[in-house]
């Protein structure tokens, strides 16, 4: 499967973005899904994942209550609604696959950049 990643930008402190991952050569109904960022400087850090069928969610502790996952199976789509942003949510996001009953993410997006402004 073919992930390309997309809806970053700049922002303002507080204000929103939506990033959404499409796919493409498989069907995301068999993949677990999540999305990581990684800031200037820093390691990569896990944000949230979704389940294959989009029923069981998890966000990390520094954004729980500002982003939200969700995953549309029949639009092939996973996105990252990003509320009440914070200048160091400014990272670079990836979109990850995961194949039901594998144990790694072996599928990456390309990144999309977010620059969140004070």
């Known amino acids: 499967v073919q992930l390309q990643a997309s809806g970053g930008g700049l922002a303002q402190a507080g204000g929103s973005l939506r990033l959404s991952c499409a796919a493409s050569g498989g069907t995301l109904n068999s993949y677990n899904m999540c999305w990581f960022r990684q800031a200037p400087g820093k390691e990569r850090e896990f944000v949230a994942r979704i389940s294959w069928s989009g029923s069981n969610t998890y966000v990390t502790d520094s954004v729980k209550g500002r982003f939200t996952i969700s995953k549309d199976n029949a639009k092939n789509t996973v996105d990252l609604q990003m509320s009440s942003l914070k200048p160091e949510d400014t990272a670079i996001y990836f979109c990850?696959?995961?194949?039901?009953?594998?144990?790694?993410?072996?599928?990456w997006g390309q990144g999309t950049l977010v620059t969140v402004s004070s």
């Open positions: 990850a696959a995961r194949r039901v009953g594998s144990l790694t993410y072996n599928y």
